[in-house]
């Protein structure tokens, strides 16, 4: 089982100006879906900051949700990257791929053995971008910070080849 909580606000502007007129908190329930997936985990290496970690793991989640169809033939929305600095359930960086349906229907058991293509196969598209430092077709991002998509390529990297818990 799998639960977010999302914090969400609005932002109330004014038409034409463009003004910000007023702001507030949305309080929103937690989200729960009993499906199936999988889960990599990995250990820090030496050098990454909590910051850092979390925008190469965000882009790396982008990169791999990008090549899922391809491995499993299903549609983007019928699976969901989620990653997590610290998980709850090993204490280390953990990147979840799980089914967007109640009681799952196999595409992330089917991803379970494919791990390692999956990540050399994402590793290389990002390397592989035109873009100097990120862009939506690589690692999502509109305007990626200068070394984000070298951040993100490190990390698609030493995933591919490196050490890691597979579960």
């Not at 058991?109 to 290389?124: G, I, P, S, V, Y």
């Not at 430092?133 to 070394?147: D, H």
Request: hydrophobic fraction near 40%; charged fraction near 15%.
């Amino acid at each position: 089982m799998l639960s977010h909580v999302f914090n969400t606000c609005f932002i109330k502007i004014r038409f034409y100006s463009h003004d910000n007129i007023g702001s507030g908190g949305i309080s929103l329930p937690a989200e729960e879906l009993h499906t199936t997936s999988t889960w990599l985990t990995f250990d820090v290496q030496k050098g990454w900051t909590g910051a850092g970690l979390t925008d190469a793991m965000t882009g790396a989640a982008y990169a791999i949700q990008s090549f899922i169809p391809l491995f499993v033939r299903c549609d983007r929305t019928d699976i969901h990257v989620v990653l997590q600095v610290k998980a709850v359930h090993t204490g280390k960086p953990t990147i979840f791929i799980y089914d967007s349906y109640p009681g799952g229907i196999g595409l992330s058991e089917k991803l379970f053995e494919r791990w390692e293509t999956l990540l050399k196969q994402a590793a290389e598209h990002v390397s592989g971008c035109r873009c100097e430092s990120g862009c939506p077709v690589c690692i999502g991002a509109q305007e990626a910070g200068m070394g984000m998509k070298q951040d993100v390529g490190s990390l698609l990297g030493i995933l591919a080849g490196g050490e890691r818990n597979v579960l």
